[in-house]
């Protein structure tokens, strides 16, 4: 109930591309999900954040796109850059940002 | 600059012993958070603290310890009961349970 799933484990993209990854969430209770972007030897840091009640949310070049009759919800990168390289991770909570349930992540790496 | 300092970013501790990590924010958040993150994992909940003197048990606190004696401060403790100590630590804190979380730059504990 408390698991979520992040596919796939690494991904690589040509510059200009638009990589995608996904998450799978089973607690239908879970009402807040952000990503984190985390750069090798520092922490991670929020990204975006969507609740339930919007099937997308945009800011610059990354959206969340979220569909909650499937418990599943996305990230995309438009445009992607060299720079965007790290690890993703998708979370989940109840009340908002509280007691944090995270995904596994996703190594991208942009191929200039 | 407001922020979350982690101290020290290296540390290695010996078999049997205690270790302490530090964790401190001027960001005037009331709660903070201790998290673990292993190798093609996602971050684990420890510890986390609400408001001064009060915390509660993650999803793997087993072997671990906090305080939290001053709102800017929440130290975790590594004893030697924790049978794998060696892991990424991070530190978290948010303006309230309701609010985003914010991650420290992280201690890497070693087993010498």
């Known amino acids: 109930q408390q698991q979520v799933k992040q596919s796939p484990q690494s991904l690589i993209v040509q510059k200009g591309g638009i990589p995608i990854i996904n998450c799978a969430y089973e607690n239908t209770a879970f009402d807040y999900f952000p990503w984190y972007q985390q750069f090798p030897g520092k922490g991670p840091a929020l990204l975006i954040a969507?609740?339930?009640?919007?099937s997308e949310k945009k800011e610059g070049r990354f959206t969340i796109s979220f569909n909650k009759s499937a418990k599943q919800f996305s990230l995309h990168i438009m445009d992607s850059q060299p720079g965007d390289s790290a690890t993703y991770f998708c979370a989940a909570s109840r009340e908002y940002g509280n007691k944090l349930v995270f995904g596994a992540g996703t190594i991208l790496r942009v191929k200039s | 600059d407001g922020g979350i300092t982690q101290s020290p970013k290296y540390l290695f501790r010996k078999e049997g012993q205690n270790v302490t990590l530090s964790c401190e924010q001027n960001?005037?958040?009331?709660?903070m958070y201790w998290y673990r993150q292993d190798p093609g994992q996602g971050l684990r909940l420890i510890y986390y603290?609400?408001?001064?003197?009060?915390?509660q048990k993650g999803d793997i606190a087993e072997g671990y310890s906090v305080s939290r004696e001053k709102k800017e401060s929440f130290p975790l403790t590594v004893t030697s009961a924790q049978k794998n100590p060696t892991a990424f630590y991070l530190c978290?804190?948010?303006?309230?349970?309701?609010?985003?979380?914010?991650f420290g730059d992280g201690t890497r504990l070693s087993i010498l």
């Open positions: 969507i609740r339930p009640d919007v």
């Open positions: 978290a804190s948010s303006q309230g349970a309701s609010w985003p979380q914010h």
């Open positions: 960001l005037n958040h009331d709660a």
């Open positions: 603290s609400q408001i001064v003197n009060d915390f």
